[in-house]
């Protein structure tokens, strides 16, 4: 059973810390009234560091086109109320509500075992994904700039990787990328979900507005950075009408290519994003609901491989005709990127040892 707060959380997705079902025991407020103090949620963010021995994943799913994927956080602060990633934080036993947003678990020595992957002779380059799970430059990152590093060791060994992001941080990180897309290394996708400001800060509260993703769209492309768009999710009933709008302002930021997916709301997820609804949007939370579940078959936790990213039935219909209409109308200098696999040079370590 899930308990809302009373009080509307400004600057986060979720509105609950729902119980993660991998815990035995709940924490809630069971009698309010007797009380002398409020029963308070810290907002704060907590960073938690971590010591993985590896950090690249291979990923399985038929979905994804990826090969393998690195995600140097765990948890994020931007805090989109929609997040499938949300279900893994329950693996470290926190919940899927806000701790995934206040709780973040940084990986240390990233670089390092990503050199020894790196110079391996048993290693197949292959590109890799930043990042799968969260959001690589999610606010921490301007701080402890482990993507940074991460894409100077692709740089150094001239591995192929590619970014999808939702932050304008990676302007940063410009004079690398420009440098990895001398060697055709890397790809950047931009995920924007919509145009309308007040939509974006109900629904991703901490990223960086739709205007500021645009211009890194803009900004890449200047630079002869292979950028494209994701609109993804799609939300049937909040942000499907914003499909032509976004793919229309991409390509003319430069983008050239565009990807998207349905809003899918497995696990926890599901709960939380009901919970949001229900206090953001009460006069149409029941339409919303059952349009995404109505485009997977009925229900909207989905895990079907080759369905839940796109979903079916009408209304998933329409949402693809309607995408593939805009790309044809506003993208028509899209293209499939490739990426470079015979650049790789595992010995640059070997080279970076010799100057000493």
């Known amino acids: 059973m899930i308990t809302p707060v009373d009080s509307y959380f400004k600057g986060r997705g979720s509105q609950i810390n729902i119980h993660n079902k991998f815990n035995k025991f709940v924490y809630t407020q069971e009698n309010p009234e007797v009380l002398d103090e409020e029963f308070v949620v810290n907002q704060k963010t907590e960073v938690i560091y971590t010591y993985p021995k590896t950090v690249i994943n291979k990923v399985d799913s038929p979905d994804l086109s990826a090969e393998y994927s690195l995600n140097p956080y765990q948890g994020c602060e931007h805090g989109c109320v929609y997040c499938y990633a949300r279900n893994t934080h329950e693996y470290w036993g926190y919940s ?44 921490l990152e301007k701080q402890l700039g482990i993507t940074r590093k991460i894409l100077q060791t692709c740089l150094k060994y001239k591995h192929p990787v590619g970014i999808i992001t939702k932050n304008s941080l990676i302007l940063r990180d410009a004079d690398i990328l420009e440098e990895l897309a001398k060697h055709n290394l890397v790809n950047v996708m931009v995920s ?17 507005t739709y205007k500021n993703r645009f211009k890194v769209l803009e900004s890449l492309s200047g630079l002869g950075i292979p950028c494209g768009v994701m609109v993804a999710p799609i939300i049937p009933g909040i942000n ?7 793919i229309e302002a991409a390509a003319k930021a430069g983008a050239t290519s565009a990807g998207y997916t349905i809003v ?11 919970d949001w609804l229900l206090k953001i949007f009460p006069d149409r939370a029941d339409k919303v609901w059952n349009q995404i579940s109505d485009s997977h078959g009925g229900d909207v936790n989905d895990s079907r491989f080759g369905v839940r990213m796109r979903g079916e039935g009408k209304m998933a219909e329409s949402i693809k005709q309607l995408f593939e209409l805009s790309k044809k109308q506003f993208m028509k200098n899209a293209k499939r990127f490739e990426f470079n696999l015979n650049a790789f040079n595992y010995k640059a370590g070997e080279a970076q040892l010799s100057l000493f």
């Not at 990233?110 to 380059?125: A, G, M, N, Q, R």
């Not at 309308?196 to 991703?204: A, F, G, S």
């Not at 009408?241 to 976004?246: A, L, M």
Request: charged share 25%.
């Open 96 to 139: 899927a509500g806000l701790d995934f947003e206040q709780k973040i678990i940084v990986k240390q020595g990233v670089t390092d075992i990503l050199e020894k992957h790196f110079s391996s002779k048993k290693w197949k380059p292959q590109p890799i994904m930043l990042s799968g799970n969260t959001d690589c430059y999610q606010p």
């Open 240 to 246: 499907n009408h914003e499909i032509p709008n976004v």
């Open 264 to 274: 899918r709301l497995n696990g926890s997820v599901g709960p939380i994003f009901k």
């Open 192 to 208: 924007i979900t919509g145009t309308d400001e007040n939509m974006r800060l109900k629904l991703e509260p901490r990223t960086a």
